[in-house]
Structures are given as C-alpha cells and as structure tokens.
C-alpha cells in the first residue's frame, strides 16, 4: 500500500512541478506529458486532458513578451519632424526594436519611383558580407518573380542600410534566405509609392510569432510609406523653396539671401563682392517665333551655359524671365569685369537647335557692382547693378557695362530722383489702382481681381509697382501708399457698382502698424464695399518674424469680415506654416510652378499635390502665370478653382472693361 502510494505521489509531484515551470508561452513546447508508465487509468487520463490543455494553449495565447513587443513597436509609430529627417534611421531603429523579441537580420522596402522604376531598400541589423547582401537582392527579385505584380521586370535601384556597426559580420546563404524570408507585396502602390515590405527571421515555423511579425508588416507598410512620402515631399518643399523649378539655379529669395549672408561677412572679413545682373536681349522673339516651350528650352540650356563658365564656389540665380544674377565672393572690379567679358564671349557663341535646324541664339546685357566700393547695402547695390544693365541695353545690347567714377555719381542721382518722384506720388496722390482679371476655370466668369499699384509718370506711362515698392518700405510710406490705393480702388468699385471679389497685396508692414484695420474699414465704409468681398494677401516672400502677432493681427481681420489668402504658395516653407495656423480662404499657386506645367512634370505633381491639399482643407485655389490655353486647360484639369494671368487678361486701370470683357466671353 506505501509503494502505491509513493508511486502516485510520485506521479502528481512531477506533474505539478512540471506545470510550474510554465512562465510563457514558450515554456509549454518543454512541458513533458507523457502518459505514466503504470495501470491507473483514471490519473493517465488527467495527463492526457492536461497535454490536451497545453496545446491549445500553444495555439491560441500570446506570449505577455509579444504583447509589449507590439506595445512598444506601436509607441514607435508617430510621426515626428525628427523621424522624417532621417527615415533611414528610423526604420533601422525599428529593426532593432523588432530584434529584442525576435531574431530578424534584415528588413526590406520596395518603392514605386515611376512605371519602369523601383527603389529597394535594404536594412541589415548589423553590417552583411557582400555575398550575403547579394543572396538578399536575388531572395527579394526571386520573391517579385513569383508574385502576380510585375514589378520585377522594371528597373530596381538597391541601397543597404546598416542599423549598428557593433556585433559580427551577418553571413547567410541563399537557400537560408529563401526559408526564413517573409514578405508583404501589394500591387496597387500605397502611401509614399511603397509597394512591398519584409523581413529575414528565424521565426517563420513559429505560428504565433509569425500571425506576430504578419500584423507588424501590414501596419509598417503603411508606416514607413507615409515616413518616406513626407520625408520627399519636405525634401521636394525645401528643393523648390531655394530654387528655379525650370533651370534648377537658385531662385530669387534664395538669392537675396545669400547676398545678405555674403555681405555681412564681407564686412567682417574686409573683402569685397561682386555681383552681375544679366538681361538676354530681345528674348521675347524667341517665344514669339518658336513658341514658349522652346523659350524654357533655350533658358534651362543658358543656365547651363552660366554655371559652366563662372567656378563652383560662385551663386548662380534666376532673377526672374530672363534675367540672371551672378554673386561672386571675394571678387573685385578687375575680377568681375574678367569674368563678365568671358561669360558674352561663351554667349555668342552659344545656341540651341530647333528641330526645323534653325539655331535658336540670344545676346545678353551684363552690368557689374562691386560691394563696398559702389554700394553700402544689398538693395542699392542692386539697384546700382541693375541700373547699369539697362545702360548696357540702351548703349546697343550685346556688351557689358562697367562702372566708373562718373557712372557711380549718375546713377545715384538717378536712384535719388527715383526717390523724391514716388515721394511726390504719394505727398500728390499721383498713385493709381489697375486690376487684373481673375477668372472661374469652370464658367469662365471672371469673378474677381486682383488690385495692383502704378505711378503715373509725367509722360503719361505708369511705373511698375516693383520699381517703386522697395523705395516706399525704405522710406516708411508704404502703409500710405497701401490706403490711397485701397482708397481710389474701393471708389472705382463703387462707381460701377462691382459686386466680385478684390485681392489686395498687403505689406508685411501692416502687421505692425496699429490703425491699418481701422484705416481699412473706414474706407471700406467710405466707399460702401462689403469687407466680405475684399481678400488681402499675405506673401511667403515677406515673412513675419513673429507669427503671434501675425496670427492677433489675422484675428482682428477675420473678425472684421476680411478674407484672406496665401500669394506664391510654395515657394517656400512658411506658406505651410501659415496654412497650419491662419484661417486662409485662398491658396495663390506661385507662378512659376504654373508656367512650367506644360514642360516639366515635376511642375505638374507640385500643383496637383497644392490643389489636393487645398481641396482636402476646403479651401479655393488661384493659379497665377496663366499664359496659354493649353496651361489654362491643365490648370482646370487640376481641379484649381480660379485662373489669373495674362492669357486670362493683363491688369488695365478700366474694371469696367473687364467686366464688358467676361460677359461677351459669357454670351459666346
């Protein structure tokens, strides 16, 4: 009776101490439950149930280790600046994550850069032999063969990645590859083009890891594609925030950035800058004769023309249309003249062919300023320059124009009566509002536009607002040349009784001048005009240093009724940051990326992209630089609200032919 009773303590001892060894899910596959070797029925079937019990729970539970795993790998998936900023980083800080639960060597992505074109990202835990890195690529192009996509059969751009240098070299072979890979591969491309997604681990015959590693696949899909999209698309801002899209130099905020940064530290180095304003002669043939598209093919080849003849270390820019600007650092007259007769000998000689065998040739106006010698500050001594380009045209175009002793007490008596006639202008009223048409890509009607500043000159002729503007900020009237012509503005619309839209440019001044919402309502009571209908627009150009008070001051506008909209958005990053935090009503496309639609795709995406996000936030859009029907046609098929440009009609001081203009265009 005591040897069966020993036996059956015996017996339930080792099955109890076998199940408290069971901390995880892991520690089931190590419980042994065989059946015990005597004949008492009743308690071998109590270790059946109990094996029983421990299989089930092998395949339904999840590991408490897996669960925090998954906890922590989800904490890992918001989105930061920091995680764009480098998304490489970020996804091989997510590998290594994945490693402190389950064994991974690697991870792969696949990106769709176009139809024939693909990007696969390789990231290695820790450094990888090249044969192992070359068993990786065939194991990925292997697993793209067998899918129903056909993605392998396009061109693939490879790239590996290493998350730790620390540990020893990863070596695999093939066949170990094939095994142990598993893989997530769409056919219709998700966010950010990314169409695939894997990983090499060990784990692939463990169900519950594997249902595990599944879930984190199909949610990093989704994860690392929207990482990558936003790390493009802040790359692609930041690409065409300092830079011409058509000839990829930089464009005219980059410029006088860099300008200002050279400046200053020229003065404190004690060395001398040069700058060349270039102007090509009689451009506007070539666009009459050939059409625009050959224009923007002579330009993007003269651009190339440009950075080849001046060294590296000089900023190169496209000022605007035709005209370039050349900075180079510690250079002085001597230096700058040299290199501005070698630039027209490269221009006279230069050409482009046109498929009729015509060549396509140009010459170019140069004038040269040397900072300190002719100018104390960036905006004069751009004056000083630009002013002897257009001396260079009226002496015969084809030349370069170097300053002298004479030149430099002219042309600052010229920029000195400049001065004193748009004082005048603004102490006589002598300013005067133009509008230019904006019109509905869906009717045609023209539905608003946009008020533009001139001065008339004693001969009649009106001069440009850029010509003065910069004059009035410098000579702290600009709030003053805003009201007269908001004033003589709001009266023309009164006096035809106009009932659509008017945008007006607001200066960054406004901001900070205290009465400018009581001035601006006073004239609009004046005048009779509903706030409701007047938009003021606020440029990226012009930013605010501080969006506090530019948010207090958008408040005191909105509240009054004004609307308010967003000029050149996208030329730079501030017009997002605006976006985040100002009720905007209008997003202004800036020009350039509108005139290039027709000739440059990347053109076309940056638009699509701005109509898409402004639809999204409910918002209406304005292309400008509408030149051609054919952009017309590409700006409607975008889904823009409104079209402004010259095709659409050029800025005129009679509103009333504008509106005659738009019911004929109505009536046909």
């Known amino acids: 009776m005591r040897s069966l009773t020993r036996r059956v303590d015996e017996s339930i001892r080792q099955l109890t101490d076998g199940v408290s060894t069971v901390e995880s899910i892991a520690d089931l596959k190590k419980l042994d439950l065989e059946r015990s070797k005597f004949d008492f029925e009743e308690l071998g079937r109590i270790y059946d149930e109990v094996a029983t019990l421990a299989t089930k729970l092998r395949d339904v539970a999840v590991d408490k280790e897996l669960l925090e795993f998954e906890i922590r790998l989800l904490e890992k998936f918001v989105i930061t600046s920091e995680v764009v900023r480098d998304w490489r980083e970020y996804v091989s800080d997510l590998l290594m994550e994945i490693n402190k639960v389950i064994d991974a060597h690697t991870m792969f992505s696949i990106f769709k850069v176009d139809d024939e074109l693909f990007d696969l990202e390789i990231f290695w835990l820790r450094p990888a032999t090249q044969e192992t890195q070359e068993n990786m690529e065939k ?381 601006v309502k006073r004239l609009t009571q004046l005048h009779q005009i509903n706030t409701q209908s007047v938009v003021f627009e606020i440029t990226e150009r012009d930013t605010v240093k501080s969006i506090s008070v530019l948010e207090q001051f958008v408040a005191n506008l909105k509240e009054e009724g004004f609307k308010l909209a967003i000029d050149d958005f996208g030329s730079g990053f501030s017009s997002f940051h605006y976006l985040k935090h100002l009720p905007i009503d209008y997003v202004k496309i800036e020009g350039e990326f509108i005139a290039n639609m027709a000739s440059d795709k990347r053109d076309m995406a940056f638009v699509n992209s701005i109509a898409k996000l402004s639809k999204e936030l409910n918002l209406e859009t304005i292309a400008e630089f509408v030149e051609s029907q054919e952009v017309l046609d590409l700006v409607e098929a975008a889904n823009i609200t409104y079209a402004q440009g010259y095709y659409v009609g050029r800025p005129t001081p009679d509103l009333a032919s504008i509106l005659v203009h738009s019911a004929e265009i109505e009536e046909v």
């Not at 990314?194 to 984190?216: F, H, M, P, Y």
């Not at 000839?247 to 060349?276: G, I, P, S």
């Not at 001969?459 to 003053?480: N, P, T």
């Open 139 to 519: 194991a990925v192009i292997r697993r793209l063969k067998q899918s129903d996509s056909q993605l392998y059969a396009a061109g693939l751009n490879v790239r590996h990645n290493v998350a730790s240098s620390v540990g020893p070299e990863i070596v695999l072979d093939q066949d170990s590859i094939e095994l142990q890979c598993k893989s997530l591969l769409v056919d219709t491309p998700k966010i950010g083009g990314i169409v695939g997604i894997g990983v090499q681990s060990e784990i692939i015959r463990d169900q519950t890891k594997l249902l595990v590693l599944e879930s984190v696949l199909s949610t990093l899909l989704n994860v690392v594609g929207s990482v990558r999209a936003i790390y493009k698309y802040t790359n692609d801002l930041e690409y065409y925030a300092t830079r011409d899209p058509l000839t990829n130099l930089y464009n005219q905020r980059m410029f006088w950035e860099l300008l200002e940064y050279e400046l200053d530290r020229c003065a404190r180095h004690d060395y001398k800058v040069a700058v060349l304003m270039i102007d090509l002669d009689n451009f506007k043939s070539i666009n009459d004769g050939y059409g625009h598209s050959w224009g923007d093919k002579l330009l993007e080849t003269f651009a190339e023309c440009l950075l080849d003849t001046f060294p590296q270390g000089a900023v190169v820019a496209r000022y605007g249309g035709d005209e370039f600007v050349v900075l180079l650092s510690e250079a002085d007259l001597e230096e700058a003249e040299s290199a501005g007769r070698r630039l027209l000998e490269r221009i006279r000689c230069f050409s482009v062919t046109h498929t009729s065998g015509a060549e396509l040739k140009v010459t170019a106006s140069i004038g040269i300023g040397i900072y300190p010698d002719h100018a104390e500050n960036k905006k004069d001594l751009f004056m000083f320059v630009d002013n002897l380009m257009y001396r260079a045209k009226q002496d015969g175009k084809d030349r370069l124009c170097v300053p002298d002793e004479h030149d430099l007490v002219n042309i600052f008596k010229d920029m000195s009566e400049k001065t004193l006639l748009v004082k005048h202008a603004i102490e006589h009223r002598k300013l005067i509002p133009v509008f230019q048409p904006i019109q509905r890509t869906d009717n045609g009607r023209v539905t608003a536009v946009e008020v533009l500043s001139r001065i008339e000159l004693p001969d009649d002729s009106l001069m440009k607002a850029a010509e003065f503007i910069e004059i009035a900020e410098s000579m702290d009237k600009i709030h003053a040349l805003d009201y007269i012509v908001m004033d003589k503005a709001f009266a023309a619309a009164r006096a035809i009784n106009y009932q659509g839209m008017l945008f007006i440019n607001m200066s960054p001044r406004a901001v900070v001048v205290s009465d400018f919402i009581h001035q």
